[in-house]
C-alpha cells in the first residue's frame, strides 16, 4: 500500500485516498456505508493493480476511516462531490468505477457527474441503489421524515447502524430505479445469492435501468452480502481483468 494522501475540499475538510499511477483506465473503488478503503476488496484490488501495473484509487468518504467530518453529515450527494474533486484533482482520464453495496449507488451518481465517456466501465459487487427505499419499513421513513435518526442491528460489528435524516431524505431524492440509467458503456453485477442484506433482485433491476446493452449479472449461489471470501474477490478480480483487458488496445 502507498501512503495516505489527503484533498482538501473548499470548505477545508480533507478527504483520505491512496493512488498507485500505472496503465488505465484507473480502478476506483468505492466501499459501502461505514466502511473505508481498508476493507478486503479495496485493498485486493490495490495490491493486484500495483502488481499489474494498473492505476488505482481508493478513498475514504468524510466521516469515514482517514477523511475529516462527521459521519451524521455524510449524504449520497456528499460523498458523490468528493469522489469527483479527488478524481479531477487527480488529473484522471478514463476510469472504472467499482462501488461496493451502498458504493454501487454511489458509483451510478458519479458516473452522472463526470464529464462524457470518462467512465470507461463500472462493476457493482451487491449494488444497492435506492435502499433509502426499498429498504426501510415504511414506519422509519415516517420517523426518518421527522427528523430523527433511527438504528438498526449491525451485523458486522458491535454498534448499531444509523440511518440519519440527512442522508436518508438525500437518497430518496437521488432515487434510479424507476427510470432509464444512461450510460452505455459495459456493466457487471456481482451478487450473492444468500445476500440478507441486498435483495439480488435489485441487481437484476439495475441491469434492466440501465440503457446500455453490454450488462452482465453474475450470481453466486452460496456468496453473502459482502463477497469477501478468496473465491468471491478471485470472481472480482477477473471481472476487472476482462473489463480491462477487452478495451486496452496497449493489452
Given at each position: 500500500?502507498?501512503?495516505?494522501?489527503?484533498?482538501?475540499?473548499a470548505?477545508?475538510?480533507?478527504i483520505?485516498?491512496?493512488?498507485?499511477?500505472?496503465?488505465?483506465?484507473?480502478?476506483?473503488?468505492?466501499?459501502?456505508?461505514?466502511?473505508?478503503m481498508?476493507?478486503?476488496?479495496?485493498?485486493?484490488?490495490?495490491?493486484?493493480?500495483?502488481?499489474?501495473?494498473?492505476?488505482?484509487?481508493?478513498?475514504?468518504?468524510?466521516?469515514?476511516?482517514?477523511?475529516d467530518?462527521?459521519?451524521?453529515?455524510?449524504?449520497?450527494?456528499?460523498?458523490?462531490?468528493?469522489?469527483?474533486?479527488?478524481?479531477?484533482?487527480?488529473?484522471?482520464?478514463?476510469?472504472?468505477?467499482?462501488?461496493?453495496?451502498?458504493?454501487?449507488?454511489?458509483?451510478?451518481?458519479?458516473?452522472?457527474?463526470?464529464?462524457?465517456?470518462?467512465?470507461?466501465?463500472?462493476?457493482?459487487?451487491?449494488?444497492?441503489?435506492?435502499?433509502t427505499?426499498?429498504?426501510?419499513?415504511?414506519?422509519?421513513?415516517?420517523?426518518?421524515?421527522?427528523?430523527?435518526?433511527?438504528?438498526?442491528?449491525?451485523?458486522?460489528?458491535?454498534?448499531?447502524?444509523?440511518?440519519?435524516?440527512?442522508?436518508?431524505?438525500?437518497?430518496?431524492?437521488?432515487?434510479?430505479?424507476?427510470?432509464?440509467?444512461?450510460?452505455?458503456?459495459?456493466?457487471?453485477?456481482?451478487?450473492?445469492?444468500?445476500?440478507?442484506?441486498?435483495?439480488?433482485?435489485?441487481?437484476?433491476?439495475?441491469?434492466?435501468?440501465?440503457?446500455?446493452?453490454?450488462?452482465?449479472?453474475?450470481?453466486?449461489?452460496?456468496?453473502?452480502?459482502?463477497l469477501?471470501?478468496?473465491?468471491?474477490?478471485?470472481?472480482?478480480?477477473?471481472?476487472?481483468?476482462?473489463?480491462?483487458?477487452?478495451?486496452?488496445?496497449?493489452?
Amino acid at each position: 500500500m502507498t501512503e495516505i494522501r489527503f484533498h482538501e475540499m473548499a470548505d477545508g475538510r480533507r478527504i483520505a485516498h491512496r493512488f498507485t499511477p500505472g496503465q488505465g483506465p484507473t480502478i476506483v473503488f468505492l466501499p459501502g456505508y461505514m466502511s473505508d478503503m481498508a476493507g478486503s476488496k479495496a485493498t485486493a484490488l490495490f495490491e493486484m493493480a500495483q502488481h499489474a501495473g494498473r492505476a488505482c484509487l481508493l478513498i475514504d468518504y468524510s466521516g469515514c476511516g482517514q477523511s475529516d467530518g462527521d459521519f451524521a453529515e455524510g449524504t449520497l450527494s456528499r460523498w458523490r462531490d468528493e469522489v469527483v474533486a479527488v478524481i479531477k484533482a487527480a488529473g484522471l482520464d478514463k476510469v472504472l468505477l467499482i462501488g461496493s453495496s451502498m458504493g454501487g449507488w454511489l458509483m451510478l451518481m458519479v458516473e452522472r457527474a463526470l464529464p462524457l465517456e470518462q467512465v470507461h466501465s463500472m462493476i457493482g459487487i451487491a449494488a444497492a441503489p435506492d435502499f433509502t427505499d426499498w429498504g426501510v419499513p415504511q414506519m422509519d421513513k415516517g420517523l426518518l421524515a421527522d427528523g430523527e435518526t433511527i438504528y438498526e442491528d449491525n451485523p458486522y460489528g458491535p454498534e448499531p447502524t444509523p440511518t440519519h435524516p440527512g442522508f436518508w431524505a438525500d437518497g430518496q431524492a437521488n432515487l434510479m430505479l424507476g427510470g432509464e440509467i444512461p450510460f452505455d458503456g459495459p456493466v457487471r453485477l456481482l451478487h450473492g445469492q444468500r445476500d440478507e442484506d441486498v435483495p439480488f433482485d435489485i441487481s437484476m433491476q439495475l441491469s434492466a435501468a440501465l440503457r446500455s446493452d453490454d450488462v452482465q449479472v453474475t450470481l453466486i449461489k452460496d456468496g453473502d452480502h459482502r463477497l469477501s471470501r478468496e473465491s468471491d474477490i478471485a470472481v472480482l478480480m477477473r471481472t476487472v481483468a476482462e473489463l480491462v483487458l477487452a478495451r486496452d488496445p496497449a493489452s
